[in-house]
């Protein structure tokens, strides 16, 4: 049974940082790409940033490029995302799943986590 367990969104002012965390059990963590989505009220669900089973490779969407990174630790099952330079416009539920490829945008998984909740406001 896949599991994705996301965690450390929170409140934030402009500007600032968070790092979100999952933790994903249930399926060969090492051998899948992984990546980060999020969804606005209103809006689809979309990707954010995805990284490759090694950690070598990763892809980042335009509107985050140079402030969101993605790393991942393999020994712990956990893929993790860095959150720097803060928009209002990043308000937004954060989930990750695994994915077929570093470049698909698609989740491997129809279930998602609960997800973390990011707010930046003043």
């Known amino acids: 049974q896949v599991q994705l367990v996301e965690s450390g969104g929170g409140l934030v002012q402009p500007g600032g940082s968070l790092r979100l965390s999952c933790v994903a059990s249930?399926?060969?963590?090492?051998?899948?790409?992984m990546g980060w989505f999020r969804q606005a009220p209103g809006k689809d669900r979309e990707l954010v940033a995805s990284?490759?089973?090694?950690?070598?490779?990763?892809a980042i969407a335009s509107s985050v490029k140079g402030r969101f990174t993605i790393s991942r630790e393999n020994a712990k099952n956990t893929v993790s995302l860095q959150l720097n330079s803060l928009k209002p416009e990043d308000t937004a539920a954060y989930y990750c799943?695994?994915?077929?490829?570093?470049?698909?945008?698609?989740?491997?998984?129809?279930?998602w986590g609960q997800g973390t909740q990011v707010t930046v406001s003043s």
């Open positions: 799943n695994a994915l077929p490829t570093v470049w698909a945008q698609a989740p491997s998984f129809r279930s």
């Open positions: 990284i490759d089973r090694g950690g070598g490779t990763v």
């Open positions: 249930g399926f060969t963590f090492t051998s899948s790409s």
